[in-house]
Nanobody
Framework: QVQLVESGGGLVQAGDSLRLSCAVS????????IAWFRQAPGQEREFVAH????????YYADSVKGRFTISGDAAKNTAYLQMNSLRPEDTAVYYC????????????????????WGRGTQVTVSS
């Protein structure tokens, strides 16, 4: 089965930066779509960022625009989420998700657009 593995999470202070990585076992996903979601305890899963690798377009949640950047390296089957100016409200488990379906580029912020999910990496931002 297709596997996604996140890494790069940790404990940081407000204002710091982190870069998350997502390694994808199926290189065909690089031609479709990948996204980052996050979920805090007791909260619903929240969309963060989306990348369409066919045309390199991106889409972000309003809460992270100007602070987070999603990117990908198709040759390495890896996607990244650069997070700058982190805030305590960014604290969550961050998940990468992927879809081989073009439909994911039409509904990039819908969790049901994505077929495969990683196990998540914890990001904690202290005040």
């Amino acid at each position: 089965q297709v596997q996604l593995v996140e890494s790069g999470g940790g404990l940081v202070q407000a204002g710091d930066s982190l870069r998350l990585s997502c390694a994808v076992s199926d290189h065909t996903f690089s031609g479709t779509a990948i996204a980052w979601f996050r979920q805090a305890p007791g909260q619903e899963r929240e969309f963060v960022a989306h990348l369409s690798w066919n045309d390199h377009t991106t889409y972000y949640a309003d809460s992270v625009k100007g602070r987070f950047t999603i990117s990908g390296d198709a040759a390495k089957n890896t996607a990244y989420l650069q997070m700058n100016s982190l805030r305590p409200e960014d604290t969550a488990v961050y998940y990468c998700a992927a879809s081989p379906r073009v439909m994911a580029t039409m509904y990039p912020n819908d969790q049901y657009s994505y077929d495969y999910w990683g196990r998540g990496t914890q990001v904690t931002v202290s005040s």
